[in-house]
């Protein structure tokens, strides 16, 4: 269960810090950006979920 | 006639999570490199024997249907598969595998960190697999 939750937490963690490289690196499409950020707000989200359902499951 | 060049050999992202397999694969492009995107072990295995012959795979460990370990099981069994490198990019670093792939990554794992280790990697290659110094890894035919 806590490596599942690590495992998860760690590939949300690494769509947020790579899609915000990827926007730091090269000039991508309005479209492209919001929708980039959208995840990255998406993969936020889903990680609050994560802590909270592992530090709730304590 | 044929180019030195002719074939680029592409990297394979082998990751279930479709987000982080897109970004990864996206960024790689964005550097110059052909990326084949496999969703699990299995997806990887079909590909690759089904022709694919990447100049390094990239490979994420706990994966449904068939995991990391599992591909690379299969790879090392399979005398056409058995040399292509692999760098696993995995939350949860394995201690027993160490001797097995070319290195881990821990996620999160950033953009730069995969391109020196795929640079890394590149330099350790027989010529014949990476064709001298990276030209986005072009293969010799």
Known sequence: ????????????????????????????????????AALIVESARRLADI?????GGR | M???FARRAPLLVVEDDR????????SLRIEGYDVVEA?????????????????????DLIMPHMDGRQLLSEMRRDSALAGIPV????GTP???????VFATLKKPVGV?????????????????????ADPRLAQQR
Do not use: K, Y
């Open chain 1, 51 to 55: 802590i909270d359902a592992h530090v």
């Open chain 2, 87 to 90: 760098v696993l990019v995995t």
């Open chain 2, 39 to 59: 969703e699990d072990g299995a997806d990887a295995l079909v590909r690759l024997r089904g022709g694919v012959c990447p100049a390094l795979v990239l490979l």
């Open chain 1, 1 to 36: 269960m806590i490596r599942s939750l690590t495992h998860d937490a760690r590939t949300r963690l690494n769509v947020i810090r790579t899609h915000g490289e990827l926007l730091g690196r090269v000039a991508l499409e309005e479209e492209d950006v919001r929708r980039r």
């Open chain 2, 112 to 132: 730069d960190d995969l391109l020196r280790c795929i640079q890394a990697c590149v330099e350790r290659m027989p010529r014949e697999r990476s064709t001298g």
């Open chain 2, 94 to 100: 394995p201690q027993d595998l160490r001797g097995e």
């Open chain 2, 19 to 26: 987000d982080l397999r897109e970004v990864i694969a996206d």
């Open chain 2, 2 to 4: 044929t180019s030195t």
